[in-house]
Structure formats: C-alpha cells, structure tokens
C-alpha cells in the first residue's frame, strides 16, 4: 500500500530497503543514486502510476495467497528502523509472526519471524522470476528483502508474485555477502552524501541534470560574475564540444544522402564494419541504424545460492 504521509518524513533522509536498488545501481526503471539524494532532500515522492496503482490494488490479494501458502499469520507492515544504524529503514509490505498455539494472531507486539513481499511484475519482467516455490528473484528485490531482513533482524523473506494470473511464491534466506554489500552501499551513500547535504557527482545523465535542476531551481538571477579558471576550462569543453557535435551532424547527413543516392532503388543494404558487427539500412527512406545484440544481464534471475558460493542443488 502507499506509504502514509506520516511515513514519508519519518523515513525522509534515510536510505530505505525500496531506495537500495537505486542506490546500489541496479534499479530495474531507471532511477539512480542521484533521483534518491533529489527524493529524499525535497521528501518528495514519485506520482502514481498505472502500474503502481495496479500493484497496489493487487497486493492484498497477493499477500493472502503467501498467507495461505505458507500457513503464516500475517499482519500490516510498518516503517521500522535498523537498531545500530537509526539512519537506515524498512517498510516490508507484511511481517509474518511467530505464534505459539494459545497467542491470538495479529496481536501488537508479537515478535516477527520473517518478512514478507508482495509484488506484481509487468509483462516485460515477468521473465526475470524463477519458478514457483524456489529462492530465484530478481536482483533488486533480493536487495529490497535482505535490506529488511538486515532492518528486522530476521533472517527469511517470503514473497508473492501475481505474474498475469500465475502466483509464484518464495522462501528467500539471508545472506552475509549480499547483506554486507547492502551495508556497505547504504552506510558511504548516508555519510558522504545525505547527513552532509553533498550531492552525488554528476555523470552526465538525464538523472543527474534533474536532480540538478531540482537543488538550484530557486537560485535567483544577481547579475554577472567572472568565471573562476575551472569554469572557464569547462565552458571551454561545452563550446568547444558543440561545435564539434554540430560538424559531425553535418558530416552524418552528407553521408546519408550519398547513401541514397547510391543505393537507387535498393529497399536494405548489408555490410559487416570493422568492430565485426553488422550495419544495415532497413529502408532507402529511414535513415541508417546500428543493430546490435541486445544482452543485458542485470535483471537475470537472482539465485541466492550463487551469493552465498554454493553449488546449485545444494540443500540448507
């Protein structure tokens, strides 16, 4: 469910177990370290979407189904903060409970066996999830469950995954590799960045410019000042570079009509260059494209067991 206003500036500031990803660098939409600094300076949170909203419809549903999975007694996630790190929080979708025979369930206070994740991949994720009943999800919420793990002091993660009409339903245990690896991400971006309101560097993506844009939007207009010699040499490099990047357009449309000409009445050309990968025209109206194989190995199925150096197959 979305996170209640009151939940929003008690965790403002702090890294988070749904930030992690980001801050690690392996996000599956795009957000960087940069957007998380920009979120949690302005304690702004990002507008819903469609596919937001429709995770948060679903999730109790799902949550039910790893209830009944598992034979848990589940009750509603709060924002709890890591005991020697109060910097570092969690908010787990629900916490499964440890319940003897006589204790009535969804009582306050009853200590928390694991935690538990619901969550409802789109379509071009759904590839990403192991099968039903194992440990292999993807990176990032391994990252996002052993965060909460670290928070909780549990050592188990159950999480519900509604993939179209499919449930799949998993047992995630904890890791001392991926936690420390969390740990060690979470701790250098607090004290270098957060506690001392120092921005991450730029790198010179869209992400970067907004989280720019965003820190010196209310910088008032005071007139001119002399540039100091680093400024100078980098307003140097942008003229400079424009120039170039102007030149090179032009040189790019040149050859694409002496291509054209070329090719007459030809619809696709082949040719191999010189990297060993093939370039082609698709048309003799669009112009010319790079095809490349498109590998991208960040969102592979996310085995615990390779973490902790196991060999597949084998048992706890």
């Known amino acids: 469910m979305p996170l209640t206003p009151a939940q929003l500036e008690f965790r403002r500031g702090k890294p988070s177990a749904s930030t992690m990803p980001a801050i690690l660098g392996i996000d599956p939409y795009g957000r960087t370290v940069h957007d998380v600094y920009r979120e949690m300076i302005e304690g702004s949170q990002k507008e819903e979407t469609v596919a937001m909203r429709v995770g948060n419809i679903l999730e109790p549903l799902c949550l039910q189904l790893v209830a009944e999975r598992g034979k848990l007694a589940l009750r509603t996630g709060s ?64 990252v ?20 179209g009409t499919e449930f799949r339903y998993y047992e995630v245990g904890y890791s001392d590799a991926l936690a420390n690896a969390i740990l060690d991400g979470a701790d250098k971006f607090y004290h270098n960045h957060l506690k001392p309101r120092i921005m991450p560097a ?7 410019s907004a989280m720019i844009a965003s820190i010196y939007r209310n910088i008032k207009i005071s007139g001119l000042h002399k540039a100091t010699d680093e400024e100078t040499q980098i307003a140097l490099r942008i003229i400079n570079r424009r120039a ?4 090179l357009a032009k040189d790019q ?45 960040a969102y592979r199925h996310y ?13 706890e």
Not at 244 to 247: G, R, S
Not at 276 to 295: L, P
Not at 303 to 315: A, C, I, Q, S
């Open 244 to 247: 170039e990047i102007a030149a």
């Open 79 to 142: 924002t709890l903060v890591d005991p020697e790190r109060p910097w570092l929080v969690a908010t787990p979708d629900a916490e499964a409970l440890c319940l003897a025979p006589t204790v009535v369930p969804n009582v306050n206070g009853i200590p928390i066996d694991a935690v538990v994740e619901a969550k409802a991949p789109g379509l071009r994720a759904l590839r990403h999830w192991g099968d039903d009943d194992t440990d292999q999800i993807p990176e990032y919420v391994a």
């Open 303 to 315: 085995d615990l067991r390779v973490v902790r150096n196991e060999p597949k197959g084998t048992e």
């Open 202 to 208: 730029p790198d010179g993506s869209d992400n970067a």
């Open 253 to 297: 449309k040149k050859d694409e009509q002496d291509l054209r000409v070329l090719m007459g009445d030809k619809q696709t050309i082949y040719a191999p260059t010189s990297d060993g990968k093939w370039w082609r025209q698709m048309s003799a109206e669009r112009e010319a494209i790079t095809v490349e194989a498109y590998e991208r190995s």
């Open 144 to 163: 996002q469950c052993t965060t909460q793990m670290i928070v909780t002091r549990t050592r188990k993660c159950y999480v519900g995954a509604i993939l």
